[in-house]
């Protein structure tokens, strides 16, 4: 696929009525008529991964071995060899238990490969956060704790990069405050989240009457809008009555850009279903997208697991030309088939999400995040091997442009009962975050775990030496990210992170 | 407070002028031939509109065209349109998608999830009132033998009574019946007009505000 085919905001608008010059209208839609500006900055695109709940790091990059803690016995640390170093200085754990505490439901994951296979991509930065409540932790890991104006990190990409196409910024995962609105009211409004809440059906709704019954005469369709529009409304009281409302304005607004959705084509080509039973599409004159069969095959639980289906719009959304960047991430709902063997467990890959995600850590740590690690991991590894393999324009693959951030609220508490193999955790602000992407320098942990309290600690921003006294803090964090995705800074006061960029 | 929508209606000044024309000495009818009659009216201060969202726009669908709300519309056939694009429509689902309070403002996908609603509705309300030995609920003078423009007309009225709960002004009944001659030229214009003049009202502002 190349850089032509993707679909612009310019192409999206041509069919409206664009005032000339006009700004951006007021408001919060993700999509409106939108003065246009040939910046020519190709577009770079970024992935937040909620690890809800709290993806604590040494128990996954940052495992510590049993053998070189004092404190052994008392500490989250494992046996020596469940943790292994398969590339650089990132670490796996290895673990298996029989069940997640009262879920009978058996967990084995190894980290190894992911980092085998991705680590070079993958940054690690250890971090001191400010909050241990979910909602404001979750909300100041993409705002770097209100670090500038109150934007979070997927407007400002939105911003400097969503101009031109027609939905910047998805939101995919609902309830969760990875996706909270940023509180800088003054950026155009393209800039904020467009709530997704159901990626397999949503695309239906970027169509007025296509899949419907009588939506097969569009020539009909278009001559009833200009009635409505052009006639109707001229005649109506209502309409003159309340000609300045803002509400109105902003639905005009809408519908002037209906059918260049309409045109562009969007319901086929994000549709991420099949032809079958339960989406009947040729039945209804629809269609999958034609990169669809791709995606199911990277993520094959689309209809049952909501963060696959959120992954695959993110995917097409991207490589459509749509957005630049989608948050998903897990929920705090348990999603389960419900389905048991014979034992009584429940049937092997029948829980697609814990109760409360990470925070399932309460009741069980290690089970809880040995299987939300490898929910993360694995949802990383597949959208890395799509974007790998689309080509973005000159050679350059999607993947070449992309940042998936892995972002959590905090970390866990990092003592255990004497011994424990397993034990609840509570919240801690100890911990970091996990990057991943060709854009960053990879395969390496900026800073470090000391093996003794399971503390992490942070580095010099500039040379990425490890310093032991030193915390790196939720802003500092967010300055890099925007550093390494090209995001101009100038004017935030936003550090500069040389450490984790490449040149 | 609702909005104070009350029409000021210059009748009064016509009239005025109508009767100084016939009553003043001197005048004579070639002389005093009126201005035509204008009619404005007052525009919102408040403008506190809101969307329907799904709820109110199914039940008035619901009601207007005598049709269950849910068998309004079914995406793929088999899903609830207002259910599919619940969020979008400005709903909650909090047990799921723990989203307890409406999005906010509208998203680039509610207009044409209402229309699709309102699509679906109107469609079904027609082949409906079409069948063989139905009681036509909206469309039963275009459903008898030889639709013409008077009927049109008559079934134009009734789309604004029956959706927008008032009677339909002149002009926009003439808009209407315009509608029905330009597609005089379909297969089935009688079909054709029931279905989409009804899609056009059922998707005005005033269908979709309050």
């Known amino acids: 696929m190349s850089i032509s085919n993707r679909f612009s905001r310019r192409a999206f608008t041509s069919g409206a009525s664009i005032l000339a010059g006009a700004s951006v209208l007021g408001g919060g839609l993700g999509m409106q008529r939108v003065a246009l500006a040939q910046d020519g900055k190709p577009p770079k695109f970024l992935i937040v991964l909620g690890a809800t709940g709290g993806a604590s790091l040494i128990d996954g990059p940052l495992g510590i071995r049993m053998s070189e803690s004092k404190n052994a016995s008392t500490l989250n640390c494992y046996d020596d060899a469940n943790v292994t170093t398969p590339l650089g200085d990132l670490r796996a754990v290895k673990q298996t238990s029989e069940s997640l505490g009262p879920i009978p439901y058996p967990v084995t994951a190894d980290q190894a490969d992911f980092i085998r296979k991705y680590g070079s991509d993958m940054l690690v930065v250890p971090a001191t956060t400010t909050s241990v409540n979910h909602g404001v932790a979750q909300r100041r890991s993409v705002t770097g704790n209100e670090a500038w104006l109150g934007r979070t990190l997927q407007e400002l990409v939105a911003l400097e990069y969503g101009k031109s196409v027609a939905l910047p910024n998805a939101h995919l995962v609902t309830g969760s405050e990875f996706t909270s609105r940023g509180t800088d009211k003054s950026l155009p409004s393209y800039a904020y989240g467009e709530t997704i809440a159901d990626p397999i059906l949503w695309p239906l709704s970027l169509h007025g009457s296509k899949g419907l019954p009588g939506g097969d005469r569009p020539d009909l369709i278009a001559k009833a809008r200009l009635l409505r529009d052009q006639k109707l409304r001229q005649s109506s009281q209502f309409s003159r009555i309340f000609d300045g409302a803002p509400a109105l304005k902003q639905w005009r607004d809408l519908r002037a850009n209906q059918e260049a959705f309409e045109k562009a084509d969007l319901i086929t080509k994000l549709m991420i279903a099949s032809d079958s039973a339960k989406y009947p599409l040729a039945k209804n004159g629809l269609a999958s997208s034609p990169l669809s069969a791709k995606v199911r095959e990277k993520f094959p639980n689309f209809e049952s697991d909501p963060i696959e289906s959120q992954a695959a719009l993110a995917y097409l959304m991207f490589t459509q030309g749509v957005a630049v960047t989608a948050t998903l991430g897990a929920t705090f709902n348990f999603v389960y088939t419900g389905k048991t063997q014979k034992d009584g467990s429940l049937e092997a890959g029948g829980v697609k999400n814990l109760p409360i995600a990470f925070d399932y850590s309460h009741t069980v740590h290690r089970a809880a995040q040995a299987f939300m690690w490898a929910r993360m991991y694995q949802t990383a590894a597949s959208l890395i091997d799509l974007l790998k393999t689309t080509e973005f324009a000159g050679g350059q693959s999607y993947w070449d442009r992309t940042m998936i951030y892995i972002a959590t609220d905090f970390g866990r508490t990092k003592v255990r009962p004497e011994n424990a193999p397993d034990f609840s955790s509570g919240h801690d602000l100890n911990n970091g975050f996990v990057l991943l992407s060709p854009m960053l320098k990879g395969g390496k942990v900026l800073g470090g775990v000391n093996p003794d309290t399971g503390m992490t600690y942070g580095f010099d921003l500039t040379s990425g030496v490890p310093v032991k006294e030193r915390q790196t803090s939720e802003k500092e964090v967010f300055g890099g990210i925007l550093n390494a995705m090209g995001v101009s800074t100038t004017g935030s006061g936003l550090p500069d992170v040389p450490a984790m960029r490449k040149a | ?210």
């Open chain 2, 1 to 210: 407070v609702r909005p104070n929508i009350m029409q000021i209606t210059l009748f009064t000044q016509f009239a005025a002028l109508v009767l100084a024309s016939s009553v003043l000495p001197g005048c004579s009818k070639k002389e005093a031939a009126p201005a035509p009659p204008s009619v404005s009216t007052a525009t919102s201060k408040n403008n506190r509109l809101k969307f329907k969202g799904g709820e109110r726009l199914v039940a008035d669908l619901a009601t207007g065209l005598s049709l269950e709300p849910s068998e309004l519309c079914k995406e793929l056939g088999l899903y609830d349109c207002k259910t599919a694009a619940n969020i979008s429509l400005g709903g909650v689902e909090p047990y799921l998608q723990t989203i307890y309070t409406p999005v906010g403002e509208r998203t680039a996908s509610t207009a044409n999830a209402a229309e699709r609603i309102a699509l679906s509705a109107c469609h079904l309300r027609m082949e409906r009132d079409f069948a063989p030995a139905a009681e036509a609920a909206l469309f039963a003078e275009l459903a008898a033998p030889a639709p013409d423009l008077a009927k049109a007309l008559a079934v134009s009225k009734r789309l604004y009574q029956k959706l927008l709960n008032r009677d339909a002004s002149p002009e926009e009944v003439s808009h209407l019946t315009a509608f029905w001659k330009e597609l005089s030229a379909e297969k089935e214009p009688a079909k054709a007009f029931a279905t989409y003049a009804c899609f056009a009202v059922a998707t005005t502002e005033e269908a979709l505000f309050f």
